[in-house]
């Protein structure tokens, strides 16, 4: 499903960071871990097709992203993809419902109401529906992040950071959250960190040391 190798990535300014080439198989949950600095968000923004123009390879669902052009990225991003940032980049100006809609829209796939529906309702977030999304706690707006990015039902869920600002019993729903509605969508989901409280509860881990 995702296969790395030899890759590295140059920013316009600063050294290439490195980056060791591993697999994660179909459905599999995985963490990608490493300190501040160590290339983390980088990997994911690779991974999802955000930042182009890397060496070595990087191959999702047997297509090398490189080789895509960057309309059919962005096609494939919306169809393949979801992304929970470390901001929730939610729209503050739209309500839940509507900050939702855009997942498909950006996809330009037909918006199933249906879908919103039941989506809202796994993550108990049926009465939010219509609120805008700054009448939200810090852990609904994190919720309605997780589910726009389950919405379309992604083959992959990529999280960055889903749990550092969190206390203990809601990184643990967190994470839990995140593992669930993966298994769920049979999804594969890579979860970026450098919280040490995950360590436990997901096993495969990919590990990223700033001298790769
Ligand atoms: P992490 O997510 O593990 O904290 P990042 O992927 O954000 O790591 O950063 C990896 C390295 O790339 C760091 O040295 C960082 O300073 C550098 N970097 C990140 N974003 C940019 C950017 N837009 N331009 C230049 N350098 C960047
Ligand atoms: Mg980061």
Request: glycine share 6%.
């Amino acid at each position: 499903m995702i296969s790395v190798h030899n890759l590295s990535f140059h920013y316009t300014a600063g050294n290439a960071i490195r980056f060791p080439d591993f697999t994660v198989a179909k459905g599999e949950h995985c963490l990608l871990l490493g300190e501040s600095g160590s290339g983390k968000t980088t990997l994911l923004h690779l991974l999802g097709g955000l930042l182009r123009h890397y060496t070595g390879s990087v191959q999702v669902d047997h297509t090398e992203l490189s080789q895509l052009s960057e309309t059919s990225l962005d096609r494939f991003r919306g169809q393949h993809i979801g992304f929970i940032f470390q901001r929730n980049h939610l729209i503050p100006a739209l309500t839940v419902e509507k900050n939702l809609m855009m997942a498909p829209y950006l996809a330009a796939i037909r918006i199933n109401e249906e879908r919103i529906t039941e989506v809202l309702s796994g993550l108990g977030l049926t009465e939010k529906r219509k609120s805008s999304v700054t009448q939200l706690s810090h852990g609904q707006a994190q919720r309605v992040a997780i589910a726009r990015a389950v919405l379309n039902k992604p083959s992959i869920i990529f999280a960055d950071e889903p749990t550092s600002a969190l206390d203990d019993k809601n990184c643990d729903r967190v994470i839990h959250l995140l593992m669930d509605v993966a298994s769920q969508n049979q999804s594969t989901l890579l979860v970026a960190t450098h919280d040490q409280r995950l360590k436990e509860k997901i096993s495969k881990q990919i590990r990223l040391t700033s001298g790769n």
